[in-house]
């Protein structure tokens, strides 16, 4: 049964940082590229940010290209997102998403797995 558990949400203020961390189990995780999706109240669920096997190619969105860094560490089944300089638009439910295909985690097709998210809030 694969699972990927999300941590390292929280609440932080305006500019502050947060890393978050997806350790997955049930699959080979070095064959997978991994990916991160949020989802603000009453908004539709946007990448965020992915990264292919052995972290060949990242990609970010636009709006948190420069302030945000995935990373894997495939010794120990986890992604993991560097978050810097959050502001409250910032504010979402956070997932781990993981897919063979590197399109796919880039938010173009039916992801394979998810976590069940981890709970950002940046105060202001």
């Known amino acids: 049964q694969v699972q990927l558990v999300e941590s390292g949400g929280g609440l932080v203020q305006a500019g502050g940082s947060l890393r978050l961390s997806c350790a997955a189990s049930g699959l080979a995780f070095s064959n997978y590229a991994m990916g991160w999706f949020r989802q603000a109240p009453g908004k539709e669920r946007e990448v965020v940010a992915a990264i292919s096997r052995s972290s060949i190619t990242t990609y970010y969105s636009d709006t948190v290209n420069g302030l945000f860094t995935i990373s894997r560490e495939d010794a120990k089944n986890t992604v993991y997102l560097q978050m810097n300089s959050l502001n409250p638009e910032d504010t979402a439910v956070y997932f781990c998403?993981?897919?063979?295909?590197?399109?796919?985690?880039?938010?173009?097709?039916?992801?394979?797995?998810w976590g069940q998210g981890t709970q950002v809030t940046v105060s202001s």
């Open positions: 998403a993981a897919d063979l295909s590197i399109t796919v985690v880039r938010g173009r097709g039916r992801i394979a797995y």
